[in-house]
């Protein structure tokens, strides 16, 4: 019995570690996506930036959704408004919105890193695991046989002293 006990928690040890796997992927693919948000919205800070001592406004085109665009003139600005998630904008001056997304960005490009390694490591130990519950798996076969050969050896032992 104690080798099926063994065989489950190596297996279950598998399970949590694909399941960390799992969890870690749309980690870093929600990274990914948003770390070129963030670096575009910092590039638009900086140019608006360059830009703000100018008296003329900057025609633009801006993404409203996935599929509607419109069109603005955008005046000269100390300020943006920076849209921060779950239904939250804040207006910031130029120079602080900066800072702000530089940060961001900094802080997203050093999650995506650490998710990168952690995986790796995950990695690693999914094939250990995989490994090592072939290694039980293979010894739970081999003392079966030695069970089945010890049996066969006693009956062949009693079979023949009975004949005797």
């Known amino acids: 019995m104690m080798e099926c006990e063994v065989q489950q928690q190596v297996?279950?040890?598998?399970?949590?570690?694909?399941?960390?796997?799992?969890?870690?992927?749309?980690?870093?693919?929600?990274?990914?996506?948003?770390i070129p948000d963030i670096q575009k919205t910092l590039d638009t800070v900086k140019f608006?930036?360059?830009?703000?001592?100018?008296?003329?406004?900057?025609e633009t085109t801006f993404e409203l959704n996935e599929t509607l665009y419109a069109r603005a003139n955008v005046p000269p600005t100390d300020e943006v408004y920076i849209w921060l998630g779950a239904?939250?904008?804040l207006s910031y001056p130029i120079d602080e919105a900066e800072t702000l997304l530089s940060s961001?960005?900094?802080?997203?490009?050093?999650?995506?890193?650490n998710c990168e390694e952690d995986l790796e490591f995950l990695r690693e130990q999914i094939t250990t695991m995989?490994?090592?519950?072939?290694?039980?798996?293979?010894?739970?076969v081999?003392?079966?046989?030695?069970?089945k050969a010890n049996e066969g050896e006693?009956?062949?032992s009693g079979d023949s002293k009975n004949a005797e």
């Open 11 to 34: 297996t279950e040890l598998g399970r949590k570690y694909q399941f960390m796997e799992m969890n870690l992927q749309r980690r870093m693919g929600g990274l990914k996506e948003k």
């Open 130 to 140: 995989e490994v090592a519950t072939a290694r039980v798996y293979n010894w739970e």
């Open 142 to 147: 081999v003392q079966k046989r030695k069970e």
């Open 154 to 156: 006693a009956k062949t």
């Open 48 to 58: 608006l930036k360059l830009r703000k001592d100018e008296t003329d406004p900057i």
């Open 104 to 113: 961001k960005l900094a802080t997203a490009k050093t999650s995506l890193s």
């Open 87 to 89: 239904n939250v904008m």
